[in-house]
């Protein structure tokens, strides 16, 4: 797995799903993501945890929700983003999130990569899923 250190708009998109999780996050919602297209556009979700077995829904899936309304179609870098005692941490993706970004290009998705926020780098999503369940080459 090869990590690429953060860029001004990789730090812009983690604090913008930051802010959006300290103004809208409740107890159905602790967790935000944000996702960058290839064009420059942004685009923020929330998780929804109705606590119940058979609805919820990722946050990732909300920001790629309202990135394919607005007609987007391909991903540059995504994130997911929760509350701690401390502050806040950067969260990798779940496994149907991972096949998610795989279904729109080979996005970076940036992960906490140690005990700090600052500590964070990005990883092409097919260095977490080289071999994503439909069986297509890793791109």
Do not use: H
């Amino acid at each position: 797995m090869k990590l690429v250190k953060l860029n001004g708009d990789d730090m812009k998109l983690v604090e913008k799903a930051r802010l959006l999780l300290e103004k809208r996050g409740s107890d159905i919602s602790g967790v935000s993501a944000g996702v960058l297209t290839v064009g420059g556009e942004e685009f923020y979700g929330l998780c929804i945890d109705a606590k119940t077995a058979t609805v919820g829904m990722c946050a990732e899936f909300s920001a790629v929700g309202a990135m394919v309304t607005a007609g987007e179609r391909k991903i540059s870098t995504m994130v997911a983003v929760t509350r701690r005692e401390d502050g806040y941490a950067i969260l990798p993706p779940c496994g149907k999130c991972r096949d998610l970004a795989r279904a729109f290009g080979d996005p970076y998705v940036i992960l906490q990569t140690g005990g700090s926020v600052r500590d964070a780098a990005k990883v092409r999503v097919s260095g977490l899923v080289p071999y994503p369940w439909d069986g297509a080459p890793a791109r």
